[in-house]
């Protein structure tokens, strides 16, 4: 089992900047690829943004790419999601999620633990 607690959400204004986190405990070193993902009222969770535990390599959705950075620090076993620029559309509440089985990396189905949730708020 792998938990994972997210922090950070907020109500920001366009343009303003946020920093996720999401902190993970119990059996961590099964994890193969950590994840960000956000839903939005009415429409299906989508992908955000991911990293490979080990490796350090990331992926984004177009949507974010520029303006989102995804990183880990592998002694704290945590997460980190820097939005920038943010934008009104960029609402939505942000979900952290783990793969311990390496399918693909935008995929909902890939990730087997999930987060609670954070709320993002940005105002126009």
């Known amino acids: 089992q792998v938990q994972l607690v997210e922090s950070g959400g907020g109500l920001v204004q366009a343009g303003g900047s946020l920093r996720l986190s999401c902190a993970a405990s119990?059996?961590?070193?099964?994890?193969?690829?950590m994840g960000w993902f956000r839903q939005a009222p009415g429409k299906e969770r989508e992908f955000v943004a991911a990293?490979?535990?080990?490796?350090?390599?990331?992926y984004y959705a177009d949507s974010v790419k520029g303006r989102f950075t995804i990183s880990r620090d592998n002694a704290k076993n945590t997460v980190y999601l820097q939005m920038n620029s943010l934008k009104p559309e960029d609402t939505a509440v942000y979900y952290c999620?783990?793969?311990?089985?390496?399918?693909?990396?935008?995929?909902?189905?890939?990730?087997?633990?999930w987060g609670q949730g954070t709320q993002v708020t940005v105002s126009s």
């Open positions: 999620a783990a793969d311990t089985v390496g399918g693909r990396y935008y995929a909902v189905g890939s990730y087997n633990y």
């Open positions: 119990g059996r961590t070193f099964s994890t193969y690829r």
């Open positions: 990293i490979i535990w080990s490796a350090g390599s990331t």
